[in-house]
């Protein structure tokens, strides 16, 4: 069976970060079985990692072509593990795949964050006399968990990241195969080619995205966020929520709601703002050929704000991603609050290190369709999107108890005078509005009265008055004196 992502992104480390990936030349079963144990553990919630047997490396990056194994090589190894799996307490099976790359054939191990964590391995594996002990990866090495490590494991039984879980109220119906087909395309997985072969449950198994319970198949909660029709279905309120301000916070402003999969709604919300929100705006720039050109917000700056919400989002909140778009600035705010080991300050350099992820596997998911960058990088390339175009840093914002989070992107310098000169088109419209209000209730009304009730000066008046008659939205019946008004629009 194949691997559900593309076994060259894996090799390049590119949708998947290369401390997930450790590469062995060859079988090194207490070497590969301790990664194993630690991969398992999934001390940082970052949802385990592989274990490509076959493949030289050099400064972590794999060697090509490839080294490859023999055929009679991987018979061994296969025999060998289903033994080896036997050892690790609980018990805990790695997925295995052989794949064919650079005319060789190497072997994946696919080792998922267990469910049923800590899990202890012998440090010899092939041993005569073991010992069994927990392990850890620390950055891209794996080492004995020892300590506070160790104490901190322990207590990590049975907390299980709310992605990962199992959902009883849902059943396989409720996933949909095109999308799940569509997800495999798009990410060029050689799974995609044998998916009309393979029954709906050996596809999601292979995916990894059911859970079993009391002998009934359920499907997990990352596979009801991407590949159901409605998610909200499941988690209520999970959309995305946009209130665009285009004439100020007191004006009229238009709503709307983007739902679906998870990541569609991402793909549905930056397509609106592309359309509406976002400009481009070439200036010409004194001694220079080329003209400076710069957007009001960068898109690809929202691109990783929204899909780090979708991402971190607490979906037992019933709460949506809301986008406040005003005319200076853009407001993204979402429920669940970053990790505890974050600090504020640590918002000012962009250099976040969480010791915990809330979703492992929408991460995952999210980075293969290259919705988002690598863990622990999406604030740093929000803060880099925003300097390459010339716009003034983002602000991060979240409260004590860490239950939610704002990102606000303040628009480029170069639309500040816009937005004044739409703050006072904005400031005559609703004055003209005023005068045909009053007009319409009284179209005998004069313009010092006019004045009077407003609040301004007869000029203006007289000015605006000007206007709207220029602008055919009125017309004056009879004298000055004597005479009324009549609205025409």
Not at 121 to 140: C, D, G, L, M, N
Not at 166 to 176: P, R, T
Not at 306 to 318: S, V
Request: charged share 30%.
């Amino acid at each position: 069976m194949h691997l559900p992502i593309s076994i060259e992104d894996l090799l390049s480390c590119r949708t998947v970060e290369s401390d997930r990936v450790e590469f062995k030349a060859g079988w090194n079963p207490d070497s590969i079985y301790r990664s194993i144990g630690a991969f398992a553990n999934d001390f940082d919630n970052i949802g385990g990692g592989y274990i490509i047997i076959g493949v030289e490396e050099n400064n972590g990056i794999a060697k090509r072509p490839v080294k490859g194994m023999k055929i009679d090589e991987l018979d061994v190894i296969q025999k060998q593990m289903i033994g080896f799996n036997n050892l690790i307490r609980p018990h805990y099976a790695p997925k295995l795949y052989i794949e064919e790359i650079d005319k060789q054939q190497i072997l994946v191990l696919w080792v998922t964050g267990g469910n049923g964590r800590p899990y202890e391995v012998p440090e010899h594996i092939s041993a005569t006399h073991k010992q069994w002990k927990y392990f850890i990866r620390r950055y891209s090495s794996t080492i004995e968990a020892k300590g506070d490590d160790k104490k901190e494991l322990l207590t990590l039984a049975q907390r299980i990241p709310f992605d990962d879980r199992f959902n009883a109220k849902a059943s396989l119906e409720d996933i949909s195969l095109t999308l799940v087909k569509d997800h495999l395309r798009l990410i060029k997985s050689r799974l995609h080619e044998v998916s009309e072969q393979i029954s709906t449950v050996a596809l999601l198994a292979q995916m990894d995205l059911l859970s079993k319970a009391s002998e009934m198949l359920y499907p997990r909660n990352v596979a009801l966020m991407l590949f159901s029709e409605n998610p909200e279905k499941f988690f209520p309120y999970a959309y995305i929520d946009v209130v665009h301000f285009p004439k100020g916070r007191t004006a009229a402003f238009t709503e709307k709601q983007f739902k679906g999969p998870v990541q569609q709604q991402i793909k549905d919300t930056l397509s609106f703002i592309h359309a509406v929100v976002l400009i481009e705006k070439v200036t010409k720039v004194p001694g220079r050929a080329e003209a400076a050109r710069n957007w009001n917000y960068p898109f690809e700056a929202l691109e990783e704000i929204l899909a780090n919400c979708i991402y971190h989002r607490e979906y037992q909140e019933w709460e949506p991603v809301t986008v406040r778009i005003e005319q200076d600035r853009i407001i993204v705010h979402n429920l669940g609050g970053p990790d505890r080991s974050i600090r504020m300050q640590d918002f000012d350099t962009g250099l976040i290190t969480p010791k915990r992820y809330r979703n492992r596997r929408l991460g995952d998911f999210l980075k293969e369709l290259d919705l988002t960058e690598g863990r622990a990088t999406g604030i740093s390339a929000i803060f880099r999107f925003m300097r390459n175009n010339g716009s003034p840093e983002p602000l991060f914002e979240f409260d004590d108890n860490r239950t939610w989070f704002q990102v606000t992107l303040p628009i480029h310098p170069a639309f500040i005078n816009d937005v004044v000169e739409n703050v006072v088109e904005n400031v005559v419209e609703n004055r003209m509005d005023k005068i045909i209000q009053l007009m319409a209730s009284n179209p005998t009304i004069s313009k010092k009265e006019l004045a009077k009730i407003i609040q301004s000066t007869e000029r203006t008046i007289d000015r605006d008055i000007k206007k709207l008659r220029e602008g055919e939205r009125i017309i004056r019946i009879g004298p000055d004196r004597g005479g009324y008004w009549q609205i025409i629009k």
